[in-house]
């Protein structure tokens, strides 16, 4: 199995901050990445595919970049609604994997 | 807009088989264009992809589920299932039902129901 890990586990911002979170694969994933946000009680939302493709109706403060082993997911300005935990998953080769998550919080 | 919904019981007590429906409204899971599955989250940890199934019945399962899970299809119903059995308390999580590119990308999610297994 692809084993993905994040860092940080929780990231402790303030609205207006830029934050980055980062993703690594135990092996290379080419492009095959996507970011997720999730909110208490709430079922994940798709933010962004193959890496850095933003999902329709995400807001441009969110961008994704990275190849290989390597990806990060940026928010350019923390906003309110935007604290909440993110995952990674590759989609490179089954089974599919997500990372550990990624808590941001005030 | 598609919307998707679990529905099944939500205490199934240990050994015995865990069994979920996903109702898709909003549109129809007679398409070729994507795919069904099903992904669960353990209370407090992170998401575990269980199985993935195609309109055509094949079925794709996690390695360390699959001597245990099935999948299928009533398109009549525009619903999807899934079957665990020989359930344990590791098996205690809240199971989504998602819609599944052909990329293998999950973009659309039901709501969520919490399983628990207990003796």
């Known amino acids: 199995d692809i084993q993905m890990t994040q860092s940080p586990s929780t990231l402790s911002a303030s609205v207006g901050d830029r934050v980055t979170i980062t993703c690594r694969a135990s092996?290379?994933?080419?492009?095959?990445l996507a970011w997720y946000q999730q909110k208490p009680g709430k079922a994940p939302n798709l933010l962004i595919n193959?890496?850095?493709n933003l999902e329709s109706g995400v807001p441009s403060r969110f961008s994704g970049s990275g190849s290989g082993t390597e990806f990060t997911l940026t928010i350019s300005s923390l906003r309110p609604e935007d604290f909440a935990t993110y995952y990674c998953?590759?989609?490179?080769?089954?089974?599919?994997?997500f990372g550990q998550g990624t808590k941001v919080e005030i | 807009q598609l919307q998707l919904q679990e529905s099944g019981p939500g205490l199934v007590k240990t050994s015995e088989t865990l069994s979920l429906t996903c109702t898709v409204s909003?549109?129809?899971?007679?398409?070729?264009?994507?795919?069904w599955g099903w992904v669960r989250q353990p209370p407090g940890k992170g998401l575990e992809w269980i199985g993935t199934?195609?309109?055509?019945?094949?079925?794709y399962f996690h390695p360390s589920l699959e001597s245990r899970v099935a999948m299928s299809v009533d398109t009549s119903k525009n619903q999807f299932s899934l079957r665990l059995n020989s359930v344990t308390a590791a098996d205690t999580a809240v199971y989504y039902c998602?819609?599944?590119?052909?990329?293998?990308?999950?973009?659309?999610w039901g709501q969520g129901t919490p399983v628990t297994v207990s003796s």
């Open positions: 998602t819609r599944v590119r052909p990329t293998r990308i999950f973009d659309f």
């Open positions: 909003g549109g129809s899971i007679s398409t070729s264009d994507y795919y």
């Open positions: 199934i195609l309109l055509s019945g094949s079925t």
């Open positions: 092996q290379s994933i080419n492009s095959w």
């Open positions: 193959k890496a850095s």
């Open positions: 998953q590759q989609y490179k080769s089954p089974p599919w994997t």
